[in-house]
């Protein structure tokens, strides 16, 4: 997955910064050993040894800040690629269910058309019957046999 992908260039990148650390170690072993030179450690004042110093050890940790700031940006960008998908998903889901939700209503008012046609059509059937039956009037109760 992209994620373990993500995390093996993390792994190469910290085991390169690890090495270059390394490197610079054996370079100051390698300064402290001339500075073991009495004539060397001699004539470099003691101040420039703590500056140099200083500045080695600040910059080793900056490298290693940069380094941890590199991964958090990589991790923040893979839960916000992960939150967006999350949420593409999401949407389409709704639109999936909206989508159901239109044909349901369009098969109801296609039922809803039948039925009304239906009883149109039985409504004229029952005028017919009455029409053919032979009474003229609607508030002639007489001929239906109805009491008055």
Do not use: C
């Amino acid at each position: 997955s992209e994620f373990e992908q993500r995390s093996g260039n993390l792994n190469d990148e910290l085991e390169t910064a690890f090495q270059s650390e390394d490197s610079e170690m054996k370079d100051a072993s390698h300064s402290s050993e001339i500075e073991k030179l009495p004539a060397v450690r001699d004539s470099i004042p003691l101040a420039l040894r703590m500056r140099a110093a200083v500045g080695t050890a600040v910059g080793a940790a900056a490298a290693h800040a940069r380094l941890l700031a590199d991964q958090e940006e990589r991790e923040i960008e893979h839960l916000m690629a992960f939150i967006i998908e999350t949420q593409l998903k999401k949407l389409q889901r709704k639109a999936k269910y909206l989508e159901d939700l239109e044909r349901l209503m369009e098969k109801e008012h296609a039922l809803l058309d039948e039925s009304k046609d239906s009883i149109i059509a039985d409504r004229i059937d029952t005028l017919q019957r009455i029409f053919a039956s032979g009474i003229s009037r609607w508030k002639d109760h007489s001929s239906l046999g109805l009491p008055v």
